[in-house]
């Protein structure tokens, strides 16, 4: 009887051989649009917790021309306060669940001109006390803009740091806290940067490109059942 050939044991996942690999995986494809963003100039807290927001349940592909739509016509707090809920709604129409968007983009606003004279500071207590805003939005805002080490996880980072096998954990917010405890925070922005495009166009949910990937050796590939 024949024997089937067990799959060559997979080494430890070492995060620190990864990075260098997915930094040069994701070199052909566009930046995460929170990044993109702020290489085009629109860095400011206020700005980038504001693309945040649009960004959520859309694409980066929607994210990114709403958000520039939106900036083209205002960029600061007390600009966007000037405008009316319904202005800014017709603004970022595209984007996902636009109309209570708008509602928190214009309040944030408003807050932001009333309580800190137009600037936001770089601090997660304060953007986490605008209703609406969330640690992931809190985090990209402070980390890309003023440079705070913070790690922000949306779905992507989730989903290839469980697949990784590097953490274990069921929801963003739990990958969020391993994270912390777990990733070298030399890493702490740039993993969101570099895990977008890489679960966007290579370790995606469905049918991910296992056979090209550069991490197949150390990957645990957790939770796949078939790939590319």
């Known amino acids: 009887m024949k024997r ?24 052909p494809y566009p930046r995460a649009a929170l990044f993109e963003l702020a290489a085009e100039g629109y860095d ?3 700005e980038i917790l504001i693309a945040c927001i649009i960004s959520i349940r859309t694409y980066d592909e ?21 405008l009316s809920e319904e202005e800014i709604d017709s603004l970022i129409r595209p984007c996902q669940y636009h109309e209570p968007k708008a509602r928190t983009i214009r309040n944030i606003a408003l807050e932001a001109v009333e309580k800190y004279e137009g600037t936001l500071p770089c601090d997660q207590e ?9 640690p992931k939005c809190a985090n990209l805002a402070l980390g890309i803009a003023c440079g705070l080490p913070l790690i922000g996880v949306d779905i992507h980072v989730h989903r ?23 990733l070298p ?15 966007k166009h290579v370790c995606t949910g469905v049918q991910p490109k296992c056979s090209t990937c550069p991490l197949m050796d150390m990957c645990q590939q957790v939770g796949v059942t078939s790939h590319r």
Do not use: C
């Open 44 to 46: 400011s807290v206020f």
């Open 160 to 182: 290839v740091t469980n697949r990784w096998g590097y953490v274990q954990t069921t929801s963003p917010e739990k990958t969020m806290e391993a994270l912390h405890e777990k």
């Open 4 to 27: 089937t050939k067990k799959p060559p044991k997979k080494k430890p996942f070492d995060i620190e051989a990864a990075m260098p690999l997915i930094r040069e995986a994701v070199r």
């Open 185 to 199: 925070r030399e890493y702490w922005i740039e993993i969101n940067a570099l895990l977008v495009p890489f679960g």
């Open 126 to 134: 304060t953007l986490m006390s605008f209703h609406g805003v969330g």
């Open 62 to 82: 929607v994210t990114l021309p709403v958000s520039r739509r939106l900036f083209s016509r205002v960029r600061t707090p007390a600009e966007v306060a000037s």
